[in-house]
């Protein structure tokens, strides 16, 4: 008879930045080729998105943060990233700004040492 068991972790990486007006904390979450934003701000309106690769020059405009009036809170995701490559995002709702740095996760590293099983015969 063979039996298999065998887990798999997967984890979610935050950093938080304040915003520079109304010190509203904003953060990341990070998968191998995205990252989810959230910044928490009390007004509604339109939420702009910048992002860059750590240490380009030139921003790229993402698509606009989509509010939540029950959570007062902007969400909304940055795709196809580079996996393990870090990035810059600026947040603007025009009564409110913030600036986040996050890291997209690495497709081979977030597997390795994370998975244990055995075979038994």
Request: charged residues 20%; contains cysteine.
């Amino acid at each position: 008879m063979m039996r298999w068991n065998a887990s798999l972790c997967f984890g979610l990486t935050a950093f938080v930045a304040f915003g520079a007006q109304d010190a509203a904390p904003a953060w990341a979450e990070a998968t191998f080729e995205s990252l989810g934003l959230y910044y928490n701000h009390p007004a509604p309106g339109p939420c702009r998105v910048w992002y860059r690769e750590t240490g380009e020059k030139d921003w790229r405009e993402g698509y606009p943060l989509v509010y939540d009036a029950r959570e007062k809170q902007y969400r909304g995701s940055l795709v196809e990233l580079k996996p393990a490559t870090g990035y810059e995002i600026r947040l603007d709702t025009g009564s409110g700004s913030a600036r986040i740095a996050a890291r997209t996760r690495s497709d081979v590293s977030a597997l390795r040492g994370c998975c244990a099983g055995t075979m038994q015969t």
